[in-house]
């Protein structure tokens, strides 16, 4: 009698495609932040532009210019304001659409988010690892090098959308979910590395005291409250105590962003409908990625690319090198092997129609670093220094190989995708007409 056949296991998809509201959700953001890198790109090139010019001096003077009140300590320079006060706009929307993903989003199953949230784990890990092990063989003894091996490891979700406007538009929803939600973990990850091992000198009695303001905030925004004039001074307040407590102050914006409810309650307390974290993230997004995250591009991406801080350092010393080689080579390699992991060990497999060239085209985009890149280099090494300069020139260089990498991929698979994004469009159609009232 012969034994009975054994259904084979059904292997689940490795990055299934999300819901049709989470899916028009995340398009409505990845149109949005295109738009964002789009203006991020041109304010970077008309800072390197200047600072390259003949009134390259001018550049300088306008990074140095100082406003604030001084009684306060917060008479920042203009270079200062954009770094710790605009990006921390730009940590708030981060920390908003994590929460949201995890909360409300399709990443509440862990099944689903296992995969983005290990891929960022392993694209921060194996950069930064590169960038050691670089540093450790180019720059011997100096320790001082080391401590930009966090440079490497943060993705520009808006310029890498932007890059994958203009090449890659037929891309698979899912491949788009999957990058856009890599970032935002990436972005969480950089906020704590920035907190952990960028604080040099911490004052216990200010960071206590934001807990105040910042809990007066959470208050009032559970309570419904979306008065930009009740909550605007408890934010700012509770960004100035973080930001004279010693750690970086964007740290303010995810703990602000933490804050907020993902889900509007009733008096009884049922859920219903969307919350202040989406009409705070619809507020705030065009802010973010229109006006803070280009201005402090402007401000920081100017670099003279002649000179020991410019180009001629690239290809001699290790701090430069480990950059270019993190993002080119070890972003997408963590990515991929950490992505190969979760399909190895959790039964998950490939969608139909894609491959795992896609994964790796998506985790190649990737590595185009920027904001979070110059933010965690001026941190490291100081603004205005000879490897600041260099972590500058790197960044841009290595961004710029990634792209030119991924573009390579992703236009050789545009025919594939142009085929599943038709079969995306019908499905749409067809939900919306299985969603449509009828008469």
């Known amino acids: 009698m012969s034994a009975p056949r054994r259904t084979p296991l059904r292997r689940t998809p490795l990055l299934g495609p999300g819901s049709w509201t989470e899916t028009r959700r995340i398009a409505d953001i990845l149109r949005q932040e295109t738009i964002g890198g789009a203006l991020l790109l041109v304010a970077a090139l008309a800072a390197l532009v200047w600072a390259n010019s003949p009134w390259s001096a001018g550049y300088e003077t306008l990074r140095s210019v100082r406003v604030g009140p001084g009684a306060l300590h917060l008479d920042l320079s203009l270079a200062t304001w954009a770094a710790d006060g605009l990006l921390a706009i730009f940590f708030f929307v981060a920390g908003l659409e994590l929460k949201r993903e995890f909360v409300a989003g399709d990443l509440r199953d862990p099944r689903r988010a296992a995969v983005p949230v290990v891929a960022a784990v392993g694209g921060v890990v194996v950069p930064a690892l590169l960038y050691l092990l670089v540093n450790t063989l180019l720059n011997p003894g100096m320790d001082g090098a080391l401590r930009g091996w966090a440079v490497p490891t943060a993705t520009d979700i808006a310029f890498a959308l932007a890059v994958l406007a203009v090449v890659g538009r037929n891309l698979p929803s899912a491949l788009r979910t999957f990058l856009l939600t890599l970032a935002v973990v990436d972005d969480l990850l950089a906020i704590a590395i920035i907190a952990v091992f960028y604080t040099s000198h911490l004052a216990p009695l200010p960071l206590l005291a934001a807990l105040l303001p910042l809990g007066l905030f959470a208050v009032l925004v559970r309570r419904g409250v979306r008065a930009w004039w009740l909550l605007a001074p408890l934010a700012a307040v509770t960004w100035a105590l973080v ?178 994004a038709e079969a995306e469009a019908r499905a749409e159609a067809e939900a919306r007409a299985a969603a449509a009232p009828t008469g």
């Open 243 to 420: 930001h004279a407590s010693g750690v970086h102050a964007t740290v303010a914006g995810v703990l602000l962003a933490f804050t907020v409810p993902v889900h509007r309650t009733t008096g009884e307390g049922a859920k219903e409908g969307a919350g202040p974290a989406e009409h705070f993230e619809h507020r705030f997004r065009p802010l973010s990625a229109g006006v803070a995250v280009p201005l402090f591009a402007f401000l920081s991406a100017g670099v003279a690319l002649g000179g020991p801080g410019g180009l001629p350092g690239l290809l001699t010393d290790g701090v430069p090198l480990g950059v270019v080689a993190g993002l080119v080579a070890g972003k997408p390699l963590g990515i991929t092997a950490a992505t190969w992991l979760v399909a190895r060990f959790t039964r998950a497999d490939i969608d139909d129609g894609l491959a795992w060239v896609d994964i790796v085209g998506v985790a190649i985009l990737s590595g185009i670093g920027f904001t979070v890149s110059l933010l965690i280099g001026e941190l490291a090494f100081g603004a205005g220094s000879t490897w600041d300069g260099q972590v500058k020139v790197a960044v841009l260089t290595g961004s710029l190989a990634a792209a030119l990498l991924a573009t390579v991929i992703l236009r050789l698979r545009d025919r594939v995708y142009r085929r599943l």
